[in-house]
């Protein structure tokens, strides 16, 4: 009967999370570049009342008698399906067309990544993302470019006052992971790696497995708000019936204090 308490209890844990998880993807749902991620459960410790063993009698219990522990939380794992791509005629807006991350510079020194492509520029000319974090490797536009070129390949070129050709002032890079869940988000549209998505693999676009660049387009949250709201009924169904369970475990253990010899 105490045993039903804490069952059910691990089981409202859980729901909490899962409910937890499924209102932060659709707080999300117009982050540009977010990845929804979704909860995964293990069951608990399983109390072995009958483990099958030969008998006395020369037969073998066909099936075991266990009971279980309840769940709990185990991983939140991110879907790097691509978002829908949104026109919006920037030219420091980029998209990445398929696999790959951009690299943002750390104030330690340290790489982060990420598939928000809204970089801006500052006063001096640095692409910078919404954080002021430089893209890296960096890229500084000189101060007389009229205009940016982004070819699908990263090709950076830029139109200058008395030229008639582009002039081709840098290349951008994009970076890949084996691993791409294992990566940890650090909020802010970043992640870092960790050895579970193991090293970054850099390429420019459209090689080695990278996707090419679109300019003047963002990638939108990949959220589905009809699969959110879903989720959201089965966390809140999930929820109520283990608080039954804890409700009927409790009625049964007030029955039984109540008994008279």
């Known amino acids: 009967m105490i045993k ?24 999300n749902a117009n982050t540009t570049g977010y990845k929804r991620s979704r909860i995964e459960f293990q069951d608990l410790i399983y109390e072995n009342i009958r483990i099958p063993a030969p008998t006395d009698q020369g037969t073998s219990l066909p099936v075991p008698l266990q009971i279980g522990g309840g769940t709990r939380v185990v991983a939140s794992v991110k879907n790097f399906e691509m978002g829908t791509p949104q026109e919006t005629g920037n030219p420091l807006d980029l998209m990445i067309r398929g696999d790959g991350f951009f690299q943002a510079l750390m104030p330690d020194g340290t790489v982060a990544y990420t598939r928000d492509g809204s970089w801006k520029m ?50 951008l890079e994009l970076v890949r992971f084996v691993n791409p869940a294992g990566l940890l988000n650090d909020g802010g549209n970043l992640y870092t790696q960790t050895v579970s ?65």
């Open 197 to 261: 998505s193991e090293d970054p693999i850099a390429a420019t676009p459209g090689t080695d497995g990278t996707g090419t660049i679109e300019q003047g387009y963002l990638e939108a949250s990949n959220v589905k708000i009809v699969n959110e709201m879903i989720n959201l009924i089965t966390a809140q169904r999930g929820y109520e019936l283990n608080s039954r369970a804890v409700r009927t475990a409790d009625e049964m253990i007030n029955i039984a204090t109540q008994l008279k010899r």
């Open 122 to 171: 500052t006063a001096e000319g640095q692409i910078v993302n919404a954080q002021g974090l430089p893209m890296e490797p960096p890229i500084n536009i000189p101060a007389e470019a009229s205009s940016i070129m982004i070819s699908p390949e990263g090709r950076i070129s830029i139109m200058t006052p008395g030229s008639p050709e582009p002039t081709e002032i840098g290349q």
């Open 4 to 27: 039903a308490l804490f069952t059910a209890a691990s089981g409202m844990h859980a729901q909490q999370k899962n409910l937890d998880n499924t209102a932060s993807n659709i707080s």
